[in-house]
């Protein structure tokens, strides 16, 4: 039996979802030897990045800011605070609630990093301005997706 040839919109090469998860890849690729020095993975910088920006928030909180669920940043958090970077205590106004506060080690870390954006945009070999609308892009697609109701 002859195999018909594969429609045009099922080839790999025309899926966005190929594109964003190729592109994902390779930009953490290129996030692992600036954070290797930082003793960082990338999913920890991301939760650097949002405990530098605000501190004192909750596991709640964090996940909420970073669209990740307890059982993905728990395990995280352990291990920054294994590393001395943060630490993690329960709220004494609620003990159900655990609060993440940045140690003095993880808030200097913050000096140390200070210089990856900049190294990102010369490794991407983009403008400021190519950066922004390309974020700017994926934040609304990201949006959209969310307010979207999921058929299932």
Do not use: N
């Not at 996030?31 to 991301?46: D, I, W």
């Amino acid at each position: 039996m002859e195999r018909k040839p594969t429609p045009d919109h099922l080839l790999l090469d025309r899926q966005l979802c190929f594109a964003l998860y190729a592109a994902s890849r390779s930009v953490t690729g290129l996030y692992r030897p600036l954070l290797e020095p930082l003793g960082l993975t990338y999913p920890q910088y991301l939760v650097m990045l949002v405990l530098w920006e605000q501190e004192g928030l909750t596991v709640r909180e964090l996940g909420a800011r970073l669209q990740l669920d307890s059982g993905t940043l728990t395990p995280l958090l352990k291990r920054l605070q294994a590393a001395g970077l943060v630490d993690r205590r329960r709220r004494a106004e609620d003990e159900r609630e655990v609060e993440i506060r940045l140690t003095e080690a993880g808030l200097a870390l913050r000096e140390q990093a200070s210089d990856i954006p900049e190294c990102m945009a010369q490794r991407l070999q983009l403008s400021l301005e190519q950066m922004q609308t390309l974020r700017d892009e994926l934040k609304q697609l990201t949006r959209q997706l969310q307010l979207s109701p999921t058929e299932e």
